[in-house]
């Protein structure tokens, strides 16, 4: 048993001291804050559920959703624009000097009707032409030959209808009557041959 002096002896539990946490770990804890905000802000496309990576807003994904009817024909022309037409006439369509004319406001791509320029790119062109207020006298191979019916209506459509152009559009079954009509032809020749395309 132990007596009333050892009692008196023994350590008494050191009172607890406020403790407080050190300032580094709340500013650690507000920069993660102020991350994860900046990461989700640049992420998450606003919570919209529709958008997701790596698309940022709704505009920007609807941009790439795939598209139907004229919508479709439009961004099939304008892609193989780019890929075929845009090295000579510019992706702005205003052409560049020395190698292929405008064809922007161009007088040939806005006529009514689309019988003259579906033989250009099917047939090739060369010689005198005046295009926008301009002489030209270059050679143009018929870079459209290889296309399909619908690949080439495509990008006479897009042709037809941007930079301000508002002409009709080009369907596939008026190439294949086209090609057929044509079959066999040489080059055109100029505006002369141009002219001479019934409309």
């Known amino acids: 048993m132990m007596s009333d002096h050892s009692k008196d002896e023994m350590p008494k539990p050191e009172e607890s001291k406020n ?6 770990i709340f500013a650690l804890t507000l920069l993660l804050i102020y991350a994860c905000g900046d990461y989700f802000d640049r992420h998450s496309g606003w ?14 994904l609807e941009a790439y959703q795939p598209k ?21 006439h510019g992706d702005d369509g205003l052409g ?40 030209w006298n270059l ?35 008026d190439i294949k009557a086209m090609r057929a009509a044509v079959a066999g032809h040489a080059a055109i020749n100029g505006e002369t041959g141009l002219n001479a395309i019934k409309e």
């Not at 403790?19 to 580094?24: D, G, R």
């Not at 009514?112 to 295009?131: A, M, N, T, Y």
């Open 96 to 135: 560049k000097p020395g190698q292929a004319p405008p064809l922007a406001n161009s007088e040939w791509v806005n006529a009514d009707s689309f019988k003259r320029i579906e033989e250009i790119p099917q047939l090739g062109l060369g010689g005198e032409v005046h295009v926008a207020g301009q002489d």
């Open 47 to 60: 919570f919209d559920a529709q958008v997701y990576a790596p698309y940022k807003t709704s505009e920007q």
């Open 19 to 24: 403790s407080t946490a050190p300032v580094w």
């Open 68 to 88: 139907s009817g004229a919508a479709a024909m439009f961004a099939e022309g304008q892609k193989t624009y780019g890929m075929i037409c845009a090295a000579c």
């Open 139 to 173: 050679q143009m191979a018929p870079m459209g030959a290889a296309l399909s019916d619908s690949d080439l209506a495509s990008v006479l459509t897009y042709i037809r209808g941007s930079w301000g152009n508002k002409a009709s559009p080009v369907s596939a079954d």
